[in-house]
């Protein structure tokens, strides 16, 4: 069964930076697909970044742009944790962070980002809130 453990949120300032981790278990870590999506209040959960576990390729999703060159997507084999390292944080990053794992990376996602509907395991999700 897998197991999607998240951690890291907080409140900051914006500016500020924060480091998002999620530790999976129940499954073989090596060769899924990872993910970090967000959900703002009132709106729908949107895709940040995947990786593929395997040969560590990454892919951003191109909206919100702002979020490009400021989270970057990484993990720690060893320890089967993904993380989200965000910087420059902003006021709009506001929201529920959530990360995700489904068997393989779709190729598309290297142009349209992670789907949310395309992922079937979950965590409970970690609080970010940047106040201006």
């Known amino acids: 069964q897998v197991q999607l453990v998240e951690s890291g949120g907080g409140s900051v300032q914006a500016g500020g930076s924060l480091r998002l981790s999620c530790e999976a278990s129940g499954y073989t870590y090596n060769g899924y697909c990872m993910a970090w999506f967000r959900q703002a209040p009132g709106k729908e959960r949107e895709g940040v970044a995947a990786?593929?576990?395997?040969?560590?390729?990454?892919?951003?999703?191109p909206s919100p742009a702002s979020v490009k060159g400021r989270f970057t997507i990484s993990q720690n084999f060893a320890k089967n944790t993904l993380y989200l390292q965000m910087n420059s944080l902003e006021p709009g990053d506001t929201g529920m962070y959530y990360c995700a794992a489904r068997p393989v990376c779709r190729a598309g996602y290297s142009t349209y980002g992670p789907l949310p509907a395309d992922f079937g395991a979950w965590g409970q999700g970690t609080q970010v809130t940047v106040s201006s």
């Open positions: 990786i593929a576990t395997g040969g560590g390729t990454t892919y951003y999703a």
